[in-house]
T-cell receptor
Framework: EAEVAQSPRYKITEKSQAVAFWCDPI?????LYWYRQILGQGPELLVQ????????DSQLPKDRFSAERLKGVDSTLKIQPAELGDSAMYLC????????????FGPGTRLTVL | AQSVSQHNHHVILSEAASLELGCNYS??????LFWYVQYPGQHLQLLLK??????LVKGIKGFEAEFIKSKFSFNLRKPSVQWSDTAEYFC????????????FGTGTRLKVLA
């Protein structure tokens, strides 16, 4: 069964350092989402891609966060510099564009900023 | 603004008890509704979804949910829970506003006592 892959699964960093997360969506899924999930809350959308284009980054803190999906397949989310409040689970999800189907989630990257 | 509310943050039940988790959404247009489950140490996975048609939808593992349009609700039910249902449950709404987006509720943490 196809799955969304994410790496690393865990990341510990010190504040002011740069971190990067990688996501490989299910093959053929044109839509890719990055979410942030703070403990005790639901996922909140950070950025949405359609193929290689960003279609929604209204909730992305652009002063420190960036995301790219250069070839319309895998994607990278970067934080520079990391702050204590960035500690959270970062989830990637993908969805086919042809049908209003559900999104499939990866296992997430748990980030701890010290 | 669009939102999804889950009324119960923590629920503790004994095995064989019946379960109902509340979910209300706020959106004036057409929405699709989802329930996701996150078992300990695992990624989010779909329990069930509603797009149209019969408002009573059945999902995996004996779960069902009823869409009541007049109440803007999509409550999750299971007649008899098992210890293995211990997990966090998230209600989500999907809607189109430029792009297709999802909003998640804050989640309900269910603990089933053996």
């Amino acid at each position: 069964e196809a799955e969304v892959a994410q790496s690393p699964r865990y990341k510990i960093t010190e504040k002011s350092q740069a971190v990067a997360f990688w996501c490989d969506p299910i093959s053929g899924h044109a839509t890719l989402y990055w979410y942030r999930q703070i403990l005790g809350q639901g996922p909140e959308l950070l950025v949405q891609f359609q193929d290689e284009s960003v279609v929604d980054d209204s909730q992305l803190p652009k002063d420190r966060f960036s995301a790219e999906r250069l070839k319309g397949v895998d994607s990278t989310l970067k934080i520079q510099p990391a702050e204590l409040g960035d500690s959270a689970m970062y989830l990637c999800a993908s969805r086919q564009v042809r049908h209003l189907d559900e999104q499939f989630f990866g296992p997430g990257t748990r980030l701890t900023v010290l | 603004a669009q939102s999804v509310s889950q009324h119960n943050h923590h629920v503790i039940l004994s095995e064989a008890a019946s379960l109902e988790l509340g979910c209300n959404y706020s959106y004036g247009g057409t929405v699709n509704l989802f329930w996701y489950v996150q078992y300990p140490g695992q990624h989010l996975q779909l329990l069930l979804k509603y797009f149209s048609g019969d408002p009573l939808v059945k999902g995996i593992k004996g779960f069902e949910a009823e869409f009541i349009k007049s109440k803007f609700s999509f409550n999750l039910r299971k007649p008899s829970v098992q210890w293995s249902d211990t997990a966090e449950y998230f209600c989500a709404a999907g809607y189109t506003s430029g792009t297709y987006k999802y909003i998640f509720g804050t989640g309900t943490r269910l603990k089933v006592l053996a």
